[in-house]
Nanobody, 125 residues
Framework: QVQLVESGGGLVHTGGSLRLSCAASGRASISGTMGWFRQAPGKEREFVAAVRWSSGVTYYSDSVKGRFTISRDIAKNTAFLQMNSLKPEDAAVYYC??????????????????WGLGTQVTVSS
């Protein structure tokens, strides 16, 4: 089992940037796929970005493509989400998650078996 802890959320103005981190701990090194999802009040949890841990292949939702960048530091077992040009509609609780698979689509939350508690991102207009 892996434990995931997000950090880096906060309040930012429209057009600003934030960098989220997801530190993983546990007995085994990370493998599979790391993903970021977000959930705004009254809305369903939605896919944001994911990275295949070994290959580095990345995936993005259309709403964040070109503005957000997912990356990982294998040595530190940490994933990052660099968020630029933030918009009010990006405001949500952001969760990182781990899927042991490198085959299943990374865009479906149900495929991920470990989740962090989330970090709040607020974007003021």
């Amino acid at each position: 089992q892996v434990q995931l802890v997000e950090s880096g959320g906060g309040l930012v103005h429209t057009g600003g940037s934030l960098r989220l981190s997801c530190a993983a701990s546990g007995r085994a090194s990370i493998s599979g796929t790391m993903g970021w999802f977000r959930q705004a009040p009254g809305k369903e949890r939605e896919f944001v970005a994911a990275v295949r841990w070994s290959s580095g292949v990345t995936y993005y939702s259309d709403s964040v493509k070109g503005r957000f960048t997912i990356s990982r530091d294998i040595a530190k077992n940490t994933a990052f989400l660099q968020m630029n040009s933030l918009k009010p509609e990006d405001a949500a609780v952001y969760y990182c998650a781990r899927d042991r698979s490198t085959i299943a689509t990374p865009r479906v939350a149900a495929n991920f078996d470990s989740w962090g508690l989330g970090t709040q991102v607020t974007v003021s207009s």
